[in-house]
Antibody
Framework: QVQLVQSGAEVRKPGASVKVSCKASGYSLTDYSITWVRQAPGQGLEWMGWISAYNGNTMYAQNLRGRVTLTTDTSTSTAYMELRSLTSDDTAVYFC?????????WGQGTLVTVSS | QSALTQPASVSGSLGQSITISCTGSGTDIGAYPYVSWYQQHSDKAPKLVILDVTNRPSGISHRFSGSKSGFTASLTISGLRTEDEGDYYCSSYTGDKTLIFGGGTKLTVL
């Protein structure tokens, strides 16, 4: 069955970077885009962007452009989300999900904590 | 772009029906047939329950239905069950090829 398995929780200091992985199984990564969504503690869902694993095309949320980079490694069926210049406002659970619209399969989430 | 507007909370009794609204604008909900709804239980990943305004993914109960009129989309859950309790989020495709979510609605089953 389709599965997205994310890397484990991370703790970073303000100003640092974090890279979260999302390994796909049960389907070919290149058949669908991967979307990234985050959720701050007690808050709603925030769309971050998506990447086509087929051709590498990306689209990012305007408020994150310049700080976030989405990539894929088709040889390992893994998608990555890197976020730079972290602040406490970036403390959240980060999810990867399959597709661009109608996100039909989600990773389990990765907690990123930004604290000095 | 601001989040889509959802009521903060709704409640209903076991067996009853409830409807959650999601209001956007002419550049998102009003412009495209790409509204989705997600159910999220505490500390879990969201789960897709409706896509493309009215379609149910495989395995989703027929008790879940979606609709849209103008700039407002709606999710209706009939025959409420205790397991329906949780947070519900709408999302819509937007004109600049991005996705926008609603602020979320907490459903309480009485």
């Amino acid at each position: 069955q389709v599965q997205l398995v994310q890397s484990g929780a991370e703790v970073r200091k303000p100003g640092a970077s974090v890279k979260v992985s999302c390994k796909a199984s049960g389907y070919s990564l290149t058949d669908y885009s991967i979307t990234w969504v985050r959720q701050a503690p007690g808050q709603g869902l925030e769309w971050m962007g998506w990447i086509s694993a087929y051709n590498g095309n990306t689209m990012y949320a305007q408020n994150l452009r310049g700080r976030v980079t989405l990539t894929t490694d088709t040889s390992t069926s893994t998608a990555y989300m890197e976020l730079r210049s972290l602040t406490s406002d970036d403390t959240a659970v980060y999810f990867c999900a399959r597709k661009v619209l109608g996100l039909d399969s989600w990773g389990q989430g990765t907690l990123v904590t930004v604290s000095s | 772009q601001s989040a889509l507007t959802q009521p903060a909370s709704v409640s209903g009794s076991l067996g009853q029906s409830i409807t959650i609204s999601c209001t956007g604008s002419g550049t998102d909900i009003g412009a495209y047939p790409y509204v989705s709804w997600y159910q999220q239980h505490s500390d879990k990943a969201p789960k897709l329950v409706i896509l493309d305004v009215t379609n149910r993914p495989s395995g989703i109960s027929h008790r879940f239905s979606g609709s849209k009129s103008g700039f407002t989309a709606s999710l209706t859950i009939s025959g409420l069950r205790t397991e329906d309790e949780g947070d519900y989020y709408c999302s819509s495709y937007t004109g600049d090829k991005t996705l926008i979510f609603g602020g979320g609605t907490k459903l309480t089953v009485l």
